[in-house]
């Protein structure tokens, strides 16, 4: 009876880490064709699941054990013929996925930290969880190029253009660009921190870059470059059993600046009652807190982006409020705004701004960017301007649209 339950036990543990590398493969996996092939082929793979379900738990995750086969030396082949590759390296597999973790922290996601910098007085002490080599605690030595509907928003810093640019897709951001922020404090809280000047460090970082993201591996390269400039403070330990220290460590060195704690992708790591210790701590601590998250990982986070019609899979907040859905990577946001516009209006305004009067090249440019023609156009557009939230965001330019309606024939507007 005892081995009957032993082996339905086994089983059980093979079918959930199946069942993991199966969602993997079919959500975030399908970024890499490579790692998506292995790890369907290593879901129906008794031998080798076998080996996997003695790792302890969080050590089963599909993309560490699939970075820990490349590092060991597992070539980009097909499974069929890499899987004897699986088997005679797995010592080294194993023994790497104990000592290592995800670390990703891609640069990009700044751009969802400049979001959320930009609503908060500088100067900013600020303090990372889960910082990894210290990526995203840079964000003031990045360039920006965002794309949003009809126009380019391009920020640098005050050094001049740097040689990281963040490219993302962004709707609902108003008519200036965004401020770097003034960061005259930094410190990143890590269990495992990397050193970009260790070669193996830098090895293991630029390992977690999936097979096929060639461009990304190099974003990666440039951004731990300048990290090798910054030298920031990087300590290690749990998030929760650092984060007090590190809070009176920055009052201490800068106490007119505002602290600022950042948990990109983070708490999704921490059980469900360290995670609610460390919302009480940040939402009572006298600091502003930035966190980007999974819609199901706090407590109403979904019920409050619903409100603000946010219906993303990841979001933004700021002291616990989403203000924006966005890409997990940075790779585009979806911005809520304080003066009540939608971002399809903020974009629909901004368009305007940019495209401004009766073009040769209007409709065509209306159709591209909005796919309505241009009467339509007008008259979604006028029912913005119309309204008292326009006339708080931008009172001038309203008055100029109106005066511009208003010295046009009904007619021509019709048209």
Not at 48 to 59: G, M, Q, S, Y
Not at 290 to 297: F, H, I, K, Y
Not at 358 to 375: C, D, F, T
Request: hydrophobic share 45%; aromatic share 6%; glycine share 6%.
């Amino acid at each position: 009876m005892l081995t009957i339950k032993l082996a339905n036990m086994a089983q059980s543990e093979r079918d959930r880490a199946a069942d993991w590398f199966r969602r993997f493969a079919n959500a975030e996996g399908r970024e890499s064709a490579r790692y998506r092939e292995w790890a369907l082929a290593i879901a129906n793979d008794d031998e080798l699941l076998a080996k996997i379900v003695k790792l302890p738990v969080a050590k089963r995750q599909p993309v560490l054990v699939l970075t820990c086969a490349r590092v060991a030396g597992v070539p980009l082949r097909p499974f069929a013929t890499a899987r004897p590759d699986f088997f005679a390296l797995w010592p080294r597999i194993a023994k790497l996925a104990q000592s290592r973790s995800t670390q990703t922290n891609d640069p990009r996601r700044c751009t969802t930290l400049v979001i959320a910098l930009n609503r908060i007085r500088g100067p900013i002490a600020l303090i990372e969880v889960g910082a990894s080599a210290g990526l995203t605690m840079i964000p003031d030595r990045y360039s920006y190029e965002w794309t949003a509907r009809g126009r380019r928003i391009v920020a640098d810093p005050k050094a001049g253009p740097s040689t990281v640019i963040l490219t993302a897709d962004v709707s609902g951001w108003g008519a200036n660009p965004p401020v770097i922020p003034n960061i005259v404090h930094r410190e990143g809280i890590d269990l495992n921190p990397l050193d970009v000047t260790n070669n193996d460090d830098r090895e293991w970082l630029e390992a977690l870059v999936w097979p096929e993201q060639s461009d990304r591996l190099e974003l990666i390269r440039s951004a731990a470059d300048i990290v090798g400039e910054v030298s920031p403070t990087l300590t290690a330990g749990d998030a929760l059993d650092q984060l007090r220290g590190a809070v009176a460590r920055a009052r201490r060195a800068v106490p007119k600046a505002t602290i600022v704690i950042w948990s990109p992708a983070v708490l999704v790591y921490l059980d469900p009652a360290r995670r609610a210790e460390f919302q009480k701590y940040c939402l009572r601590a006298k600091v502003r807190w930035v966190s980007l998250d999974g819609r199901a990982v706090l407590p109403g986070l979904a019920e409050a982006a619903t409100a603000k019609r946010l219906e993303g899979d990841y979001l933004l907040t700021l002291d616990g409020e989403p203000i924006a859905e966005v890409d997990p990577l940075g790779r585009s946001a979806r911005i809520t705004n304080t003066v009540g516009l939608s971002p399809d209006e903020m974009d629909l305004i901004e368009f305007e701004r940019v495209h401004w009067g009766q073009l040769r090249s209007k409709e065509s440019l209306v159709r591209a960017h909005w796919g309505i023609p241009l009467v339509r156009y007008y008259q979604r557009l006028y029912a913005i301007m119309e309204s008292a939230v326009a006339r708080r965001y931008d009172p001038v330019l309203v008055r100029i649209f109106d005066e511009a309606r208003d010295s046009t024939p009904a007619r021509s507007r019709r048209e």
